[in-house]
């Protein structure tokens, strides 16, 4: 089964089934099974995420509080945070940990056990990030779905553009702490020599970052935003949107949400 090309329905499925994968996982099963969740991302902002999940479990008889427990770690953007949420999910004795927020709460779960078996989800080349060997047999205690998100960044630009011709210099707003980090600021730089457009980009790790970010981008100059791809940018979609607007700035990134806003503000 590829991993990028999985329903819901096999989604759910494969997370059933994983509960009797490896057996050694399941030697000391509590009377009701526990789920572990570990996400990089907030409650706040998953909410709807959460409520599909528990849909897509109920949709294969597993209904939270009555057969089947759920654990959930909430790293808030902090990707620090998500060993230390990995290892207490593992000391529940978790039958099976599913991770979302991309990449860094998957490789979290990876380092933490290679007995419990991991259902993840992520927007990169799982081969690349180094938690599967290979779409079709992807080997260990992982699998899962990429959503291929971070791929595009180089078309989002271009995108930016045609939205925004005036645009000669376009501000990008990037994670250093995000693994794929410097991979795509190298990938952003190439694409706009091409289409021949200054980048300014401003990295963001918290949120006086991000308030600080917004006022760099003004004394730069820049006409455009392009968000990249990252779990902790998600959290604090409200706050980068509000300061968009507050600055003119049209800007675009990944999810169908804010790319309902991009637009000149």
Not at 76 to 84: F, H, I, N, T, V
Not at 155 to 167: F, M
Not at 179 to 185: D, F, I, K, L, Y
Not at 229 to 251: E, G, K, M, Y
Request: proline share 6%; net charge positive; hydrophobic share 45%.
């Amino acid at each position: 089964m590829r991993i990028n090309h999985l329903t819901r329905h096999q989604f759910i499925t494969l997370l059933g089934g994983a509960a009797a994968w490896p057996l050694s996982a399941r030697a000391q099963q509590p009377a009701m099974p526990i789920i572990g969740f570990l996400s990089s991302r907030s409650p706040e902002e998953s909410r709807h995420l959460v409520a599909a999940f528990r849909t897509g479990l109920r949709e294969s008889d597993y209904v939270e509080g009555r057969n089947v427990a759920i654990e959930y770690r909430w790293a808030e953007g902090q990707y620090d945070r998500l060993p230390a949420l990995a290892a207490d999910l593992v000391r529940l004795a978790v039958v099976v940990l599913v991770t979302t927020g991309g990449e860094p709460s998957a490789l979290a779960a990876k380092a933490a056990t290679s007995s419990i078996p991991i259902v993840f989800t992520t927007g990169v080349d799982p081969i690349a990030a180094g938690l599967v060997a290979s779409m079709n047999r992807p080997g260990g205690n992982l699998t899962g779905i990429s959503l291929m998100t971070t791929v595009p960044e180089a078309k989002r630009l271009q995108l930016l553009q045609e939205l925004v011709p005036s645009a000669s210099v376009i501000g990008v707003l990037i994670n250093p702490n995000y693994p794929q980090a410097e991979a795509r600021s190298r990938e952003l730089q190439e694409a706009a020599s091409v289409i021949n457009r200054r980048l300014q980009i401003v990295d963001a790790s918290n949120d006086g970052d991000l308030d600080s970010a917004f006022v760099k981008f003004v004394q730069q100059g820049v006409e455009a935003l392009l968000v990249v791809a990252d779990p902790f940018f998600d959290t604090r979609r409200n706050r980068i949107v509000a300061s968009a607007a507050q600055h003119r700035l049209p800007a675009i990134r990944p999810w169908p949400r804010a790319r309902r806003r991009c637009r000149r503000l």
